[in-house]
C-alpha cells in the first residue's frame, strides 16, 4: 500500500513516521521546500517518549509532479484554508480507488461561559 502524507509538517511527518513502521510505503509531500529537503538528505529525526531519536528515511517531495507512484491512501494534514489547493495538486496522484482521510486538529475559538 501507498500512503501519500499531504501536508508533511509536524503532525504529518509524525504519522509518515509511525506508519512506515507497518512496511507500508510513505511519502511524504510539504510545501516547505527545507523540510523536506533535510528529510532527503538526513532522514526524519523523530524524537521518541524515551528521549531517544529515531531516523526515518522516507521519500520527501515539496512537487507533486516529482512523486512518481500513485496513492493508495492520502492523509491530508493541510492547514483548512489550504486544502482545495492541496488537493489539486495531487490529482493525477490519486485513482477512483484512493482513499483520502482528514488529519487536521482543529481550530477552535475561545467559548466564554
Not at 27 to 40: A, P
Not at 58 to 86: F, G, M, N
Amino acid at each position: 500500500m501507498h500512503i501519500l502524507i499531504l501536508g508533511a509538517g509536524a503532525l504529518g511527518s509524525l504519522v509518515g513516521s509511525r506508519l512506515s513502521r507497518s512496511h507500508a510505503r510513505v511519502t511524504l509531500l510539504s510545501t516547505n521546500r527545507d523540510h523536506m529537503r533535510v528529510v532527503r538528505e538526513d532522514g526524519l529525526m523523530v524524537e521518541e517518549l524515551d528521549g531517544s531519536l529515531t531516523r526515518y528515511d522516507l521519500p520527501a517531495y515539496s512537487d507533486p509532479a516529482e512523486i512518481p507512484e500513485k496513492a493508495d491512501l492520502v492523509l491530508v494534514s493541510v492547514k483548512t484554508y489550504a486544502t482545495r489547493a492541496a488537493l489539486q495538486s495531487i490529482h493525477r496522484l490519486c485513482t477512483g480507488s484512493t482513499v483520502f482521510l482528514t488529519l487536521r486538529v482543529l481550530e477552535t475559538k475561545r467559548w466564554r461561559g
